[in-house]
């Protein structure tokens, strides 16, 4: 994936924004901090760098999927200024074979 030209990741010591600009929309594809380092603020570093790189490249929006019984990312992108757009019911498996409704999240890019 990260042969695309479209596609950029932000990298930092213990955690990483992967995602993509195509036209003038950004999608965040995951964003991941070591477990033993949440909770500190870096996701919303991440998450900050990944929003000012997409406007470099042009972006006017990022849009991204959550799971909705993901408390945390939910509380991440809501504080960013993120909203709900829509759902995606069962796009998640859990290996329990259960599954989760996405949560279709945007916010546009000032």
Known sequence: MLASRLTFAIKGDVGFA???VIADE???LTIAVDPA?????????LLT???AESKLRG???VHLEVAQDNRAALALYA?????ICGERPGYYSRPDGEQIT???MK???R
């Open 37 to 45: 380092h949440q909770g500190k603020g870096l996701g919303h570093i």
């Open 102 to 104: 996405a949560s279709l």
């Open 26 to 28: 950004a999608e965040l």
């Open 79 to 83: 504080r960013a200024g993120y909203e």
């Open 49 to 51: 760098q990944f929003e």
């Open 18 to 20: 992967l995602g993509r």
């Open 107 to 109: 916010k546009a890019l």
């Open 59 to 61: 972006a006017g929006w």
